[in-house]
């Protein structure tokens, strides 16, 4: 397809999705949406119109082959379904060369990270390097057909490295991908903070939440508009900007946000050619984490297959997650390099292994537990992982949730050890 088909397409696209403005749909009737006049349109997209023989989505619009253009159904534009548990979807297609969309570095960043104290032993350069390795990082693209997909970049994610999300205008809830693309599961709307916060699939009540500030800001040297959303369960504050090329994408990526803050997706802050480039969570309860944007691309050149929902050949499962084998962050060697030199002139206490140390998670959820402001290696609920690499010495641990809800107390520990976050019941003073 040519830019101008493209540019033309992604026109009537923003103008069907558009939330205010004139011509809207009256309901229960069937509208065609009306060009601009010739002498309102550049002159690249004059007359151009799809290609008949072309399938067409548009992410709750209908493609009319009389007029080959995008219109409302009779009902209007239609609101979002929830997806239902147990049952696949078609395979999605996009049959187009190139679509308009815009492509996100982001990264979930958790507050208050603690750092070690000085001391000489300490290689900052392999910290440096580990911190690196394991930095929260996604990719988010959103195009403007009503499709995103949220790629893990991180070692450190609840969801293992290249594991994805994907979502779709005309649905509610999302598909969690395993790495290559070969499987999927549904994850109906309510699911993303257990799914990323847990690692389970549990749905959490959401509520219509209430508008508490509006304002504006910047991101990326972007202007944004500003507003705080509350729930019964946390506060979320989005930094949310106009990016036409978004199109019906960019509501997705605001929706997945609010969804983790216990807010309905359907909500109306979450609108057509606009993209979130920073978001707040603040969990009622204490503890928080951000979401931001590090790089903003737009794009008129994405492949067609890029975001399909679901992919070709991937087959709906209706248990698990993706994740990692062990849980474990960092090699032994990357772990190593947290000092220079071993530190020897303590014993280890009773329990402890030879080498390295035992991460004990005694609680129900999920929990991380973070070496010297490092994460390296997550927990199971009433589980334990046994980690090998790190230098006899003197460290600060503390155990968090990835979301932050739980924030234990750093606590200096002396490994090898046991490193515990529920003391047990007959030894009060064995590890953390």
């Keep these: 397809m040519s830019r101008a088909a493209r540019s033309w397409a992604l026109w009537l696209l923003l ?11 009256v309901p229960g009737n069937q509208q065609q949406l009306s060009a601009p006049t010739p002498s309102a349109l550049p002159p690249a ?7 008949e023989t072309e399938p067409h989505d548009g992410g709750g619009l209908e493609f009319d082959p009389s007029t080959k253009r995008l219109i409302f159904p009779e009902s209007g534009p239609p609101r979002p379904r929830p997806l239902k548990v147990g049952v696949a979807l078609p395979t999605d297609s996009l049959n187009r060369e190139e679509q308009v969309g815009v492509v996100l570095a982001a990264t979930f960043k958790p507050r208050n990270v603690p750092t070690p104290a000085k001391a000489n032993e300490i290689d900052a350069a392999g910290l440096d390097s580990a911190r690196r390795l394991t930095a929260p990082t996604v990719t988010v693209v959103a195009t403007a057909l009503g499709r995103m997909k949220m790629v893990t970049q991180s070692r450190a994610l609840p969801l293992p490295f290249r594991s994805e999300l994907r979502a779709r205008y005309d649905k509610l809830g999302h598909l969690a991908l395993w790495p290559g693309l070969a499987k999927y599961r549904i994850l109906p709307a309510g699911a993303l903070r257990t799914t990323f916060g847990e690692r389970r699939v549990d749905v959490t009540p959401l509520v219509a939440g209430s508008r508490v500030k509006a304002g504006t800001g910047k ?17 979320i504050r989005l930094e949310i900007a106009s990016v036409p090329e978004a199109g019906a994408g960019g509501p997705l990526l605001c929706r997945a946000l609010v969804e983790m803050a216990g807010i309905d997706p ?7 050619g606009e993209i979130v480039l920073f978001a707040a969570i603040d969990w009622l ?15 008129s050149d994405l492949p067609p297959g890029e975001v399909l929902v679901p992919p070709p050949s991937s087959e709906m499962v209706t248990e698990g997650l993706p994740e990692a084998p062990d849980g474990i962050y960092l090699t032994q060697t990357e772990l190593a390099a947290f000092r220079t030199k071993p530190v020897l002139d303590f014993k280890p206490a009773a329990g402890a292994p030879a080498d390295g140390f035992i991460a004990e ?15 390296v290696v997550g927990v199971p609920p009433q589980s334990q992982r046994y980690v090998v690499g790190p230098l006899k010495g003197r460290y600060l641990a ?19 050890a046991v490193v515990r976050n529920v003391s047990p019941k007959n030894d009060q003073d064995a590890g953390l």
């Design 15 to 25: 103008t069907a999705c558009g939330n205010e403005g004139e011509g809207a749909p």
């Design 45 to 51: 997209i004059k007359d151009v119109v799809p290609d």
């Design 219 to 235: 991101v990326l040297d972007t202007p944004t508009r500003s507003v705080t959303l509350e729930s019964a369960l946390a506060r």
């Design 266 to 272: 359907t909500q109306s802050e979450c609108k057509t």
């Design 285 to 299: 309860d204490g503890g928080g984490i951000d979401f931001e944007a590090t790089g903003l691309e737009r794009k």
């Design 361 to 375: 998670n005694g609680r129900d959820f999920l929990m991380v537990l973070w070496l010297d402001g490092v994460p």
């Design 398 to 416: 503390q155990w968090r949730t990835f979301l932050g809800e739980q924030v234990d107390e750093p606590v200096t520990v002396e490994i090898p």
